[in-house]
């Protein structure tokens, strides 16, 4: 990333959210006591992240790690039977206060606190979970660069462009190629394969760290994704 683009990036993601705090500050006591009522238990949830993509001093790639905040959106304890899996457009442990504020992003409001603290940017690749990151970059070839120095962010390329989890929405250009990009070989057993999604969504996120390379490029693509963020929750059908 071009140190220039760096500068701008972060002054971008302190003046952001800090008028986000601001502006939604009214809105946080009156989600946490719907989320309370409808399922009483913790307001917040807190996750560990993979974020960056760095180089340690032995040469070694790495991700840093941070803890990621959001309201809570699941029962309690929604993964004490299931496990580590990843929450799906209709997933039952999701509460009903819960799936209005993931269709809205409202649930994301906390994490402008933590661009706030420099462990996210306003913009950029969505951060996963160390576990399935692992996974996910045995399965699908480069998904580990879309987080190469670059911290990963609330809204992003992807999320305004594309479905829950990543999923290509009907009428979308990209939709045209969706024959090639997912289940080439038409096997019903892959049919719906939560990497089909990811390898679209890799698309997106490579395509937004290349315009981090020259400050123009990026001051387009970062104030359009932003102007188009308050569209998506509005419409409130496009996921993360």
Not at 108 to 131: A, H, T, Y
Not at 204 to 219: I, K, M, N, V
Request: aromatic share 6%.
């Amino acid at each position: 990333m071009h140190l220039s683009v760096r500068i701008l990036k972060r002054a971008i993601d302190i003046a952001g959210s800090a008028l986000g705090l601001v502006l939604t500050a009214p809105l946080l006591p009156i989600i946490a006591a719907a989320i309370y009522v409808d399922s009483p238990g913790p307001i917040m949830f807190r996750q560990r992240r993979a974020g960056r993509l760095v180089r340690t001093e032995g040469r070694v790639h790495a991700f840093e790690e941070f803890e990621m905040h959001k309201f809570r959106t699941m029962i309690p304890d929604a993964e004490k039977r299931t496990g580590i899996v990843v929450a799906g457009e209709h997933d039952p442990r999701i509460t009903r206060v819960g799936r209005f504020l993931r269709k809205s992003r409202l649930d994301e409001l906390p994490q402008f606190w933590d661009v706030l603290c420099g462990r996210m940017s306003l913009v950029g690749p969505r951060p996963e979970r160390p576990e399935l990151l692992q996974q996910l970059s045995a399965a699908i070839p480069l998904f580990e660069e879309r987080m190469r120095d670059v911290k990963p962010g609330i809204t992003g390329y992807a999320q305004v462009s594309l479905g829950y989890t990543g999923s290509i929405p009907e009428g979308s250009d990209i939709g045209q190629l969706a024959g090639t990009l997912q289940n080439p070989f038409g096997l019903p057993e892959a049919k719906g394969a939560l990497a089909d999604d990811m390898r679209i969504k890799l698309l997106y996120d490579l395509a937004y760290t290349a315009s981090l390379e020259r400050l123009g490029t990026f001051l387009r693509t970062e104030l359009g994704i932003i102007a188009k963020t308050p569209l998506v929750m509005l419409r409130m059908s496009q996921g993360r």
